[in-house]
């Protein structure tokens, strides 16, 4: 993915991905559009919406826009957006998340004044069925080197990134074959690389609770990890301390998919996981980190991931 800059381009680009969210989506629009820092460009790719959220979209003519007739996921959509995008950095906004007035000025500030940081997130307010809820300590927030505290959770918001836009050149941008965590696979790739900078400030409103975020829409998410710790274990770049770290997080969330679907009477499934997780801890056991672990359990795990 090549990107050129240009330096009559805005600074940063916005990029919004919408899928049937004419509900919430001006709002959103409106936080981006009441920035205190104004030298930015807002994306925004309708994912095939059969709602009012194209006749909506034409309220706002500074808003480059594109439309998909056909539905293709959250992911192609950011991926059309980052293609589109001329900004030296990156923004995304969910469609139903908002910003503070003063979030990209604070996240410019500090890329300008720390020009080694190629990304910096913020703290943010949670928000579920119209009513303010505390993050729990499992979300806390790290800064600098964060990979092994990417590995358990996702613990970035794609609301509250800010990237320079050469870092996707290296790492790639979102995995379209992920139906759900394709930003916890994204974050894995980048805090692989780089340290990610925590900003602790409140700048986004997140809101949940309704029906069709898409960890409402399926059940089962650690498959979605697996299959991103796995394709993690391929990238050479890994340090062997990084990949012990990401074949402990496979053994858990094997267990943890063993056991759920032994639960729910899927014993193939269930027994797939359970030898994969001892697979995985026979390597990291035998500490033959560097010899094995490049090579995912079996390709079946990697497909199972996509299935719903």
């Known amino acids: 993915m090549e990107i050129s800059r240009k330096s009559e381009n805005p600074a940063v680009s916005v990029i919004i991905p919408a899928f049937n969210r004419a509900w919430c989506l001006e709002a959103t629009l409106q936080s981006v559009l009441d920035q205190t820092f104004k030298n ?107 990979f092994q505290q990417c590995l358990p959770l996702c613990i970035i918001s794609p609301s509250s990134i800010m990237m320079r836009a050469s870092v996707l050149e290296t790492i790639g941008g979102f995995d379209a074959e992920l139906a759900a965590c394709e930003d916890y696979d994204l974050w894995l790739r980048l805090a692989s690389r780089y340290p990610v900078d925590f900003i602790p400030e409140k700048l986004i409103i997140k809101t949940g609770g309704h029906a069709d975020q898409l960890s409402q829409k399926f059940r089962g998410m650690d498959r979605f990890r697996v299959y991103a710790l796995e394709k993690i274990l391929k990238v050479d770049t890994l340090s062997p301390q990084q990949r012990a770290w990401v074949l402990e997080a496979l053994i858990e969330n094997c267990s943890i998919l063993n056991i759920g679907y032994n639960n729910r009477g899927k014993h193939e499934e269930a027994r797939l996981y359970e030898q994969a997780a001892e697979h995985y801890r026979r390597v990291l056991d035998q500490k033959e980190i560097e010899a094995n672990a490049t090579q995912p359990f079996k390709k079946e795990m990697l497909l199972h991931a996509l299935e719903d």
């Not at 006749?55 to 826009?65: A, C, E, I, T, W």
């Open 40 to 146: 930015f460009e807002v994306i925004v790719v309708d994912d095939g919406s059969t709602d009012g959220t194209p006749d909506l979209l034409r309220q706002f003519p500074q808003v480059r826009f594109h439309r998909w007739e056909d539905n293709r996921g959250v992911s192609a959509a950011r991926n059309l957006g980052i293609e589109m995008a001329r900004g030296e950095w990156i923004c995304f906004l969910d469609s139903d998340d908002r910003w503070a007035e003063n979030k990209l000025q604070v996240q410019v500030n500090w890329m300008q004044t720390h020009p080694e940081c190629r990304a910096c997130y913020t703290d943010e307010i949670w928000i579920r069925n119209g009513v303010r809820v505390n993050p729990k300590n499992k979300h806390r927030k790290y800064s600098g080197d964060i």
